[in-house]
């Protein structure tokens, strides 16, 4: 008897796609001698649902949904991800599910117990947690059945637990001997070590065998890296799934050995594979097929593009230059190359004209007073209008290419450069867009060598860089990771990397100024472990005195 990991890419309230999708897995599963299929959290509806879980009709549709999978995959057990009606009069009125589903009909439902309320997380807003284990047979093995953050609170492993309650312990203790978690656990650098590391002490504590079947692709800012895992009683990993694609992983839950799938390695690697699923899933799952950006000639937009082409192909993107009496010869000619190496169509759109005529129509309003950020901004609002004409015209999605480090402290100009459907880059500190282009070039030389090596700058003044208005990037990226990943103070930033104090606060200071900004940036593709986003909460009327 075998047993098989579905590890698939759902799409949140696709219901037919998602459907048609865990009945394919599970009849390919069967064909090759499985007895039983597991899928990801809430596979059925897709992960996160986030408050189309309080709509009746969507409850329904999963239900509906769930017996649709019984009665398509008769001779193999099931289990996969939903979302189900709770039986109770108080509290509220939907539960995160797994469900097994076997000889056509819902067999045993274990329902989550722990329910995570931080950084992306907020599932305490829809969901009622369960209040009850139960073991289940199956192969002669007692099943302890869990759900992604169930996992997540061994007191062994963790120097703080989150919550009171241990369910894997429970389940153990009630003679659970084979442990299964259906996740959709997101990824960020790290990630992927982390939770092996996790479920190996799970697996060697108490001498069982841990099996992990984690969502692959993107929903939203959240990328979900697969990754799926069997990790046998002495901690080996005896089966493993591909990082950042669908797959179908078979073990012997026996014997405990099974199929070992090659995964994305470095950081590097992982982080760039994290970022082409993303961008591709923002766009397909939107709607869209082709998307539109600029090209300055600069660093953050040739990774963005050379990402966007890895994601959607080459015909379906599209690069804008849009230089003014500012921009250099060498940038223009550093875009030209950059979209020839790529293969992808570039437009020249030079707003030279359109500066003059909004500058002559300001100049009554503007008579002596002498130019500053303002005409800077006009600009970068100049090539944000251009771009979505051409997102109107061409049906393209305009990815903004701004990083981390810009959005960090507010080096950014609102709806100007910041102007897109999707922030590709805006979770990868400017240190990090060197490192990844450097990675695009090692695999094919795309990204001009001009392009590596010149300063950064905006180019909306004369001879402007970054390092006018900015610190060096290597000590930005220092104080940024302590302070936005690491919540650490200025004083204790300064004290352990040795810098000097005015020049942390000073950057903490522009991170607080900027908040309204981030409010209305376009959606981040989250790769580290705090990205700014649906995981950055933070109010924008307020004078904090820390």
Known sequence: MRIA???????????????????????????????????????????????????????????????????????????????????????????????????????FVQS??????????????????????????????????????????????????????????????????????????????????????????????????????????????????????????????????????????????????????????????SAYAALVLGTHDYVTKCGFKRVVLGLSGGIDSALTAAIAVDALGAENVIGVGMPSQYSSPSSIADARELAANLGIRFEILPISNGFDALRETLNPVFTGLKEDVTEENIQARI????????????????????????????????????CGGLAVISDVPKIMVFRLAQYVNSHKPVIPTSTLEKPPSAELRPNQKDSDSLPPYELLDGILEDYVEDNKCAEEIAAERNFDLPVVRRVTQMVERAEYKRLQAAPTLKITGKAFGMGWRFPIAAKIEI
């Open 5 to 107: 990991l579905g590890q698939i890419n759902p799409t949140v309230g696709c219901f037919s796609g998602n459907v048609r999708k865990i009945v394919e897995f599970s009849q390919r599963a069967l064909s090759a001698g499985a007895g039983m299929i597991l899928f990801p959290e809430m596979s059925i509806c897709g992960y996160p649902a986030r408050d189309w879980v309080e709509k009746r009709a969507f409850v329904e549709k999963c239900c509906q949904s769930a017996e649709q999978i019984a009665a398509g995959t008769r001779g193999i057990a099931v289990i996969c991800g939903s979302v189900t009606p709770t039986q109770t009069s108080t509290g509220k009125h939907v539960m995160n599910s797994a469900l097994l589903l076997r000889d056509g009909k819902v067999e």
């Open 112 to 269: 989550k117990m722990l329910l995570p309320t931080y950084d992306v997380f907020d599932e305490l807003r829809n969901f009622e947690p369960a209040r009850e284990q139960s073991l289940f047979q199956f192969c002669g093995k007692q099943m302890a059945l869990t759900i992604c953050e169930d996992t997540w609170n061994d007191k062994q492993f963790w120097d703080r637990q989150l919550y009171q309650v241990d369910p894997i312990e429970q389940l153990m203790k009630a003679g659970g001997n084979f442990i299964l978690n259906i996740s959709a656990s997101p990824f960020w650098i790290g990630k992927r070590e982390l939770r092996r590391d996790m479920l190996a002490a799970i697996a060697k504590q108490y001498k069982v065998p841990v099996v992990l079947v984690n969502q692959v692709g993107g929903n939203d800012q959240l990328i979900f890296d697969g990754s799926s895992l069997v990790i046998a009683p002495d901690g080996r990993v005896v089966a493993q799934g591909k990082s950042f694609e669908e797959d179908l992983i078979f073990f012997d839950p026996n014997v405990l050995t099974g199929d070992m799938h090659p995964q994305v390695e470095g950081v590097e690697g």
């Open 383 to 418: 090539r944000g209008t251009l771009l979505m004409a051409m997102s109107n015209k061409f049906g393209a999605l305009v990815l903004t290419t701004g990083n981390k480090s810009e959005l960090g402290v507010g080096y950014c100009t609102l709806y100007g450069d910041m």
